[in-house]
């Protein structure tokens, strides 16, 4: 389960390069080699049944994930982009007194008490003399913890059972019709549920060649990988492939051997993926997932895809749209996304009560997204129930605000927020970050607004003209922050005076 792929492919073909990352290249033998030495390594080091993961994704972390497995014990990535409050939490929560890293993050562990492992001054690893003596961990076994980015508070544990992870790359296999021989790149971190599904699980069960770039995101590099290797797979957030589409001396000729670039952990905008597919001729296959539902639980396909949707749910899973009692909802109708099926977690580790909070007697994960279902079962996300603006008792979608504002010909990027307000309860307020030598306007924009249909209490009353916005280690905008921004300055400098009209 899980890791006989790797020793099967080690077996029939020892000598092909299973991956190539920033330290070299490694040989299917030479990363069954690896795995089997660092299983042996942590079985004598410790006692604890978790180990901490504090790699960039690399040909280490492969060998290090697959060989705590054989160790018989349960894999905890951690986030190296965490703050040190985020990380103590993490290794005290787990349980883990000994990480695998290298010695440029061992630094991030230097006041934590724990056994430190550093890959980079271990001895050379012999290969395996015959088959290794592989463990048979029951479906139920904990494989993985993976921790939440921490976007709403402390990361949360999130527990993953051999059963989880084995039926999401296999139902995700079988959704993105993976046939032949496919080269993966893999740009996104190994800690992120999106690069552990599409960039390790998913390649080294199909036995396919990898191509790491653990050492930081850099659009020319990607794109040079991607034609000097024929890379076929690719899994990226959508702000990566809004830095691919400017680059300058890049185009469709140096993608022409994409099968799927597939985007994720958060929504896509319009302007990414359509200035994506005219730059390269290649479309953005949009998907869905979660770390409760280890990574893409709905994504887009060649063959089965939709603009503006996150695709349709993979085998073995539902989807329910349920309104605020649980019953679900017609098609065409927005309410929370409730998802089902062999791949959703075990649990939160250590929170009983957000546990039951979220998962139901008959199986059902709340997600806490809004979506609805298109007649031919695609699904588009709304937005996010926590983030919902309540203007006088009507509720605002913030993605569909943030769509139009995307649409305006000046702005690269925006976000909506509540505002507080004494009399409506909330209004809208937009962070808005302009695109390269333009200098769109607070009226501008409100006259776009206007222009598309938008309702005049939906319009936003702030605007804020921002560089950036504040984002989560996977590229997440933080909207927490921006709300406890904006409701700690007060009223937003405004180019006019703007009413604010009743919605009722």
């Known amino acids: 389960m899980l890791f006989e792929p790797l020793f099967m492919h080690a077996a029939q073909k020892p000598g092909d390069v299973a991956i190539l990352d920033d330290r070299g290249q490694n040989t299917w033998q030479q990363l069954a080699a690896m795995t089997v030495g660092i299983g042996a390594l942590l079985a004598s080091q410790t006692q604890q049944p978790r180990v901490g993961i504090l790699l960039p994704a690399s040909a280490a972390f492969v060998a290090s994930f697959y060989g705590t497995m054989l160790a018989g014990k349960t894999v905890v990535p951690i986030n190296f982009l965490l703050g040190d409050k985020e990380i103590a939490h993490i290794i005290k929560d787990s349980g883990i007194d000994t990480v695998l890293t290298v010695t440029p993050l061992a630094a991030k562990l230097q006041n934590a008490p724990l056994k430190i492992i550093d890959l980079l001054n271990l001895p050379p690893i012999a290969p395996p003399a015959g088959p290794p003596k592989l463990p048979t961990p029951a479906p139920t076994d904990i494989a993985v913890i993976m921790y939440t980015s921490g976007t709403a508070g402390l990361p949360k544990g999130v527990i993953l059972t051999y059963n989880n992870l084995q039926a999401d790359v296999n139902a995700a296999i079988e959704h993105a019709q993976l046939k032949g021989k496919h080269n993966f790149l893999g740009i996104l971190p190994l800690f992120h549920s999106t690069g552990m599904l599409a960039t390790l699980l998913a390649p080294i069960q199909l036995g396919s060649h990898i191509v790491y770039q653990g050492g930081g995101f850099r659009p020319n ?5 991607i034609r000097e290797h024929n890379i076929s797979i690719i899994a990226a957030v959508p702000s990566m492939y809004g830095a691919m589409i400017r680059l300058k001396d890049y185009g469709p000729d140096d993608l022409k051997s994409l099968y799927a ?75 929370e996304i409730w998802l089902k099926g062999p791949m959703i977690m075990k649990g939160y580790n ?8 979220v998962l139901t007697p008959d199986g059902y994960f709340k997600t806490g997204d809004l979506g609805m279902l298109d007649a031919d079962g695609y699904l588009f996300i709304t937005g996010r129930k926590k983030d ?42 937009a962070f808005v970050i302009p695109k390269e030598g333009q200098t769109p306007t607070a009226d501008d924009l409100r006259t776009f607004c206007r222009d598309q249909g938008m309702i005049q209490w939906k319009i936003p009353r702030d605007i804020q003209f921002v560089p950036d916005l504040p984002r989560s280690p996977t590229g997440k905008v933080l909207k927490r922050q921006l709300v406890e921004q904006i409701n700690a300055i007060g009223e937003l400098k405004r180019a006019d005076a703007f009413p604010a009209p009743s919605p009722l």
């Open 221 to 225: 590099h990607v794109a040079k990988a």
């Open 261 to 335: 670039a597939i985007s994720g952990g958060e929504p896509c905008a319009a302007v990414i993926r359509e200035g994506f597919e005219k730059k390269f001729n290649q479309p953005i296959y949009e998907g869905y997932g979660l770390s409760e539902t280890i990574g893409p639980i709905a994504f887009n396909v060649p063959g089965h895809y939709r603009a503006g949707s996150v695709g349709k749910i993979i085998p073995t899973a539902h989807v329910r749209i349920a309104d605020e009692q649980g019953n679900p909802l017609p098609q065409g109708q927005s309410g």
């Open 350 to 357: 250590n929170l009983p009560q957000e546990t039951a909070a």
């Open 388 to 429: 919902q603006i309540n203007v006088s008792g009507e509720k605002v979608s913030p993605r569909e605000i943030e769509d139009i504002l995307n649409q305006h010909p000046g702005v690269a990027e925006s976000a909506v927020v509540g505002k507080k307000d004494a009399s409506r309860g909330e209004v809208v307020a």
